[in-house]
């Protein structure tokens, strides 16, 4: 089974852009879709989209088109999540958690710890 | 935004036997996509509970089933016990999202 390691807590003003890695251990990392999903304070689960490493293209929620990049690189076994232009309500915790295969309506087995983006004005 | 609407929270006592309903649309769970639901234990990222709507991953109790009819689905959870306080979700791919959608979120007391 994958392991997800998060990259650290961060503290971003609004405005600007933050970055977070997933890098996968355990399994093989072109076998995997990974997808993001976010979770704001007391609040439920928010999918925001996704890649397929051996396939290319990213898939975004529309709610975060123009603002989210999502990347994959093989040779770091990593995945990334941008999102530009943060507001306060951005602030949550963001989770990667990975699908076993390509199928997108597949469940997310395995998950990150979670990074904490703090935004402030 | 959730999509799927659960119960805002449910409790029981030690033992007994607790449902969580999801009710979804013609775009999620009606069309046919597979329910799964994740639970969250305060603190700590989600973990895969129940998918494919029945099916449990391997290590989950056979507490916890899961079902699906028409534009709904549930999960319920039988004996329960003090380690089943959680949050719990239930999610499918939407159609019209072009990917998953979440349930609002349903936390699970036991009294």
């Known amino acids: 089974q994958v392991q997800l390691v998060q990259s650290g807590a961060e503290v971003k003003k609004s405005g600007s852009s933050v970055k977070v890695s997933c890098k996968t251990s355990?399994?093989?990392?072109?076998?995997?879709?990974f997808n993001w999903v976010r979770q704001a304070p007391g609040q439920g689960l928010e999918w925001m989209g996704g890649i397929i490493p051996v396939f290319g293209p990213p898939f975004y929620a529309h709610d975060f088109q123009g603002r989210l990049t999502i990347t994959a690189d093989e040779s770091a076994s990593a995945a990334y999540m941008e999102l530009s232009n943060l507001r306060s309500d951005d602030t949550a915790v963001y989770y990667c958690?990975?699908?076993?295969?390509?199928?997108?309506?597949?469940?997310?087995?395995?998950w990150g710890q979670g990074t904490l983006v703090t935004v402030s004005s | 935004q959730s999509v799927l609407t659960q119960p805002p929270s449910v409790s029981g006592a030690p033992g007994q036997r607790v449902t969580i309903s999801c009710s979804g649309h013609s775009s999620n769970i009606g069309a046919l996509y597979d329910v799964h639901w994740y639970q969250q234990v305060p603190g700590a990222a989600p973990k895969l509970l129940i998918f494919d709507n029945t099916k449990r991953p391997s290590g989950v109790p056979d507490r916890f089933s899961g079902s699906k009819s028409g534009t709904s689905a549930s999960l319920a959870i039988t004996g329960l016990q003090a380690e089943d306080e959680a949050d719990y979700y239930c999610s499918a791919h939407d159609s019209l999202l072009k990917g998953y959608v979440f349930g609002t979120g349903t936390r699970v007391t036991v009294l």
């Open positions: 355990g399994g093989t990392f072109n076998r995997y879709t």
């Open positions: 958690a990975t699908v076993d295969g390509y199928n997108r309506e597949d469940p997310l087995r395995a």
